[in-house]
């Protein structure tokens, strides 16, 4: 979509995750998707966003936290007109370009575990910034469950809910000291 990725394990998520979205909502996950990239990139957050890539020794709370804190500002800035359902795509792409831009400067070696990571440290980081508890997705989880057909969910398919799912592995989101990630604390996650 915008930044080109190295990574073929990167790519592949990216891939996957744009095969999933909507063609009705593409265009509002390419804004945030900009978005992110204009904080990213900004020379305002420059120092900041090298600050954070040093202070961390766990890779996957500097990534999946960094973009949750991306998320926050974007959402701040859209003043309420941030397509959520956009926003969750959007985030695992920018993830997998922060995973990336992480790999090239030699900081990390990607692999699954560290991919599974983020994307599990982001979701935490997101739903806490969302101020979503773990019992109110399970709720809705739930309740998705209960409206599709019989074993629907065991057999691969998505909750009606939509969006992308954070890969499983049984694993539950690492605890993340305060203040990781690549927009730092300023957001405060």
């Known amino acids: 979509m915008g930044i080109n990725i190295s990574n073929p394990q990167l790519q592949q998520l990216e891939q996957a995750t744009l095969a999933k979205v909507s063609p009705k909502i593409m265009n509002s996950v390419k804004r945030i998707e900009i978005a992110g990239h204009k904080i990213m990139y900004s020379p305002d957050t420059q120092n900041l966003v090298k600050s954070q890539l040093q202070s961390s020794s766990d890779p996957s709370v500097v990534a999946g936290q960094g973009v949750a804190k991306m998320l926050a500002i974007i959402m701040h800035h859209a003043k309420g007109t941030l397509n959520m359902q956009a926003a969750i795509p959007a985030c695992q792409i920018l993830l997998c370009e922060v995973l990336d831009f992480m790999e090239q400067i030699h900081m990390v070696q990607v692999t699954p575990d560290l991919i599974a990571q983020s994307v599990q440290e982001m979701y935490a980081s997101v739903m806490k ?3 979503i508890s773990p019992q109110q997705v399970q709720a809705v989880m739930s309740k998705g469950q209960q409206q ?16 992308v799912q954070p890969p499983t592995g049984g694993a539950q989101p690492p605890s993340s000291p305060q203040g990781g990630g690549i927009i730092g604390s300023s957001m405060g996650a």
Do not use: E, F, R, V
């Open 129 to 131: 910034i969302l101020k």
């Open 148 to 163: 599709m057909p019989q074993g629907a969910l065991q057999a691969g398919a998505q909750p009606p809910a939509g969006g």
